[in-house]
């Protein structure tokens, strides 16, 4: 499966390491992602989501 949010769709990023010589190599900039659940439909659904979707969702009050 790929590290992919699950609900808004985001995923890694590219970009460069950066040497002290200024040499460049390409890396990912992964996302943090979490496992919670959720209530939908009286059921508890595990989804994978980055940290701070998982933070919107607490704060909403959805986290089950």
Not at 17 to 38: C, M
């Amino acid at each position: 499966m790929s590290r992919k949010d699950e609900i808004t769709g985001k995923k890694a990023q590219s970009g460069n390491l950066r040497s002290h010589a200024l040499n460049t190599t390409k890396r990912k900039f992964n996302l943090n992602l979490q496992k919670v659940a959720i209530m939908k439909n009286g059921k508890k659904i595990y989804l994978k989501v980055s940290a701070k979707t998982a933070k919107t969702l607490k704060k909403q009050g959805r986290i089950a």
